[in-house]
């Protein structure tokens, strides 16, 4: 195959690495237009493309994310990850852990390691790498990646449910929950909810956002009842998908431009945790944006005529 075909064949691959070590959707395509550009500007041909490409996007991405890091620590509200609607990498021998690895709680849970043990564990975890090829990739030894990837396994473990829903079980709750959410139902939506459920939305000070996270089934479920038929009234819709692995949906305007993404965290039959991204610089890979600022007004026109 010529160098082209090569690295095509492995940009699903390159790009999935990239993207759980960033959370970062625009990132991650950077990465991987870095990693092909080194691809193609060096003479000799690696004995495994696959190592090569691997490993090079794999150290782009640790540089990405201690500079990311920086910029991170002065965002505006809760960080979230940037949504991923499907990741372009399938593997049936993985499946689980390619899956497990892309939700947001996961990615999130990612971001409490170090840039190495961040990297190890994608590498090592996720994608299944030798103890060779990580080393390799991120310039350490072989003794000190199972070092790292020990110590990344435990913080994972650590932070991860106790016990997770059935793929048919959270589909079959969340359409009852978007059914409920289209009707304004709150008790439909409070029958849903873990009773310490957590709602949070990302704004990156760029968009309207809540104040902080709104906790409780009881308040959780007013607030959404509340809101949804006023967002309706202004020609706004969603369409149920899976966002990050996770049951989710898609906000759009009237127009039909992304105002933002919503998933949905079960476990034990309830829903936990509830992410809204709505900074319109992480849905730009999804489609035109609304301006989510004018929706705002328009929503609170609308209560304003109700009342």
């Known amino acids: 195959m010529s160098k082209v075909e090569e690295f ?56 990405v994310l201690r500079s990311a890091r920086v910029r991170r620590e002065e965002y505006v509200g809760p960080w979230f990850p940037e949504p991923l609607l499907s990741d372009p990498y399938q593997d049936p021998a993985r499946s689980v852990e390619l899956a497990d690895s892309v939700s947001m709680a996961a990615l ?56 997770e829903a059935d793929r048919a079980e959270r589909a079959e709750l969340a359409a009852r929950f978007f059914d409920a959410l289209r009707e304004g139902d709150v008790t439909g939506l409070r ?65 039909g431009r992304v105002l933002h993404t919503l998933a949905l965290d079960v476990l034990g039959g309830r829903i936990q945790t509830i992410r809204s991204v709505i900074n319109p610089d992480k849905l730009g890979h999804l489609g035109p944006v609304a301006d989510a600022w004018a929706s705002t007004r328009e929503v609170r026109q609308a209560r304003r005529s109700a009342g």
């Open 191 to 255: 029958e849903l909810l873990a009773a310490d459920v957590s709602m949070a939305g990302d704004g990156g000070g760029r968009a309207p956002q809540l104040a902080r996270a709104v906790v409780g089934a009881e308040n959780v479920a007013r607030l959404l009842a509340s809101v949804f038929p006023l967002m309706a009234r202004i020609g706004v819709t969603f369409e149920p998908h899976e966002v990050n692995g996770e049951p989710g949906a898609v906000f759009r305007d009237r127009d």
């Open 8 to 63: 095509e064949e492995l940009r699903p691959l390159l790009f999935s690495i990239a993207y759980r070590i960033l959370g970062s959707v625009g990132e991650a395509e950077d990465a991987v237009q870095e990693t092909w550009l080194r691809f193609d500007g060096s003479a000799a041909r690696p004995a495994s493309t696959r190592a090569f490409l691997s490993a090079t996007v794999t150290r782009i991405s640790i540089d």
């Open 108 to 163: 999130l849970l990612l971001e409490r390691l170090s840039p190495l043990e961040r990297a190890v564990f994608v590498l090592r975890e996720v994608f299944g790498f030798g103890f060779g090829e990580v080393a390799a990739a991120v310039g350490r030894s072989e003794a000190a990646c199972r070092q790292l990837s020990v110590r990344a396994r435990r913080h994972m473990e650590a932070g991860r449910p106790r016990f």
